[in-house]
């Protein structure tokens, strides 16, 4: 074959190409072939019909053919938040249902100010929009409120009792006649202490309260209790048994983890939390 006829054969397939398969091509492009009303070459899923073209993690595949809606890492099968990203799968009730999207937990940081009403008592405002989500009225005993550091929860102090709220819906976490509250600083886990010490007629207690799901994690006699800086654990302290002791608990698993009988030292050097 003469090279002439190369070229010849040459031009004869792209010329074919042209004729043949590029209007093939055309034509899947503006296919639908899930009918859903969007052709083929713009839908984010072509074989899945997703008229709304949905696309939560925006990966260029549609919510309706996605195998990760949320874009993190977790297959929805197994995702205990299919829809939000939480790629550390936390689920702090074991309810199946992760942390970041459980409506039943008391998690959402809700910043608040106070503002005292002329006359007495005073008024908790939500900062975002202003609006007063809890009024303390004149006629209660003068009290103090205490928010946590996460604005996650509140305690109204009375003289002889100690009310701990959720502030995203003003639902009681724990009442107790006691005289002090303690929260767990900073991003640990949310927890708190209420101390019963000077209140009359009642023998020292204290009890201690996750906030999230109002886990119970201590109640018992005891002086007083203190949590470490990160967060994470908390200490009871008594001073009152034959035998005094520092018990320590793990705040996420609600865990005790060590006793101690020397009540001059916290030292949480050992929190395996």
Same mark, same amino acid.
């Given at each position: 074959?003469?090279?002439?006829?190369?070229?010849?054969?040459? +031009?004869?397939?792209?010329?074919? !190409?042209?004729?043949?398969?590029?209007?093939?091509?055309?034509?899947?492009?503006?296919?639908?072939?899930?009918?859903?009303? =969007?052709?083929?070459?713009?839908?984010?899923?072509?074989?899945?019909?997703?008229?709304?073209?949905?696309?939560?993690?925006?990966?260029?595949?549609?919510?309706?053919?996605?195998?990760?809606?949320?874009?993190?890492? +977790?297959?929805?099968?197994?995702?205990?938040?299919?829809?939000?990203?939480?790629?550390?799968?936390?689920?702090?009730?074991?309810?199946?249902?992760?942390? =970041?999207?459980?409506?039943?937990?008391?998690?959402?940081?809700?910043?608040?100010?106070?503002? $005292?009403?002329?006359?007495?008592?005073? /008024? +908790?405002?939500?900062?975002?929009?202003?609006?007063?989500?809890?009024?303390?009225?004149?006629?209660?005993? $003068?009290?103090?409120?205490?928010?946590?550091?996460?604005?996650? !929860?509140?305690?109204?102090?009375?003289?002889?009792?100690?009310?701990?709220?959720?502030?995203?819906?003003?639902?009681?976490?724990?009442?107790?006649?006691?005289?002090?509250?303690?929260?767990?600083?900073?991003?640990?886990?949310?927890?708190?202490?209420?101390?019963?010490?000077?209140?009359?007629?009642?023998?020292?207690?204290?009890?201690? /309260?996750?906030?999230?799901?109002?886990?119970?994690?201590?109640?018992?006699?005891?002086?007083?209790?203190?949590?470490?800086?990160?967060?994470?654990?908390?200490?009871? +302290?008594?001073?009152?048994?034959?035998?005094?002791?520092?018990?320590?608990?793990?705040?996420?698993?609600?865990?005790?983890?060590?006793?101690?009988?020397?009540?001059?030292?916290?030292?949480?050097?050992?929190?395996?939390?």
């Amino acid at each position: 074959m003469k090279i002439t006829d190369y070229r010849k054969f040459g +031009i004869f397939v792209t010329l074919l !190409a042209v004729a043949v398969v590029i209007p093939i091509s055309v034509y899947f492009w503006f296919l639908d072939s899930d009918n859903d009303g =969007v052709i083929n070459y713009s839908d984010n899923c072509p074989s899945t019909p997703n008229r709304d073209q949905e696309d939560l993690d925006a990966d260029g595949i549609g919510d309706a053919c996605d195998d990760d809606i949320d874009g993190d890492t +977790i297959l929805n099968g197994v995702d205990n938040c299919p829809n939000v990203p939480n790629t550390d799968q936390r689920d702090i009730n074991v309810n199946g249902i992760g942390d =970041v999207c459980d409506d039943s937990l008391c998690n959402q940081s809700t910043p608040v100010t106070i503002d $005292p009403i002329t006359g007495g008592g005073y /008024h +908790i405002i939500r900062s975002s929009d202003n609006h007063i989500i809890w009024t303390v009225p004149y006629y209660i005993e $003068p009290s103090t409120p205490k928010p946590n550091d996460l604005f996650t !929860a509140i305690a109204i102090i009375e003289p002889n009792y100690v009310t701990v709220y959720c502030l995203q819906d003003m639902s009681v976490i724990n009442g107790e006649y006691a005289h002090e509250a303690k929260f767990s600083p900073g991003s640990g886990v949310p927890a708190v202490a209420i101390i019963t010490r000077d209140v009359p007629g009642l023998n020292p207690a204290v009890v201690v /309260h996750r906030i999230e799901d109002s886990k119970l994690i201590f109640a018992g006699l005891a002086t007083d209790a203190k949590f470490n800086p990160e967060g994470t654990a908390v200490a009871v +302290i008594d001073n009152i048994s034959f035998r005094t002791s520092v018990k320590y608990y793990c705040l996420e698993s609600g865990d005790w983890y060590d006793t101690i009988f020397d009540t001059s030292r916290i030292n949480f050097s050992n929190n395996p939390c």
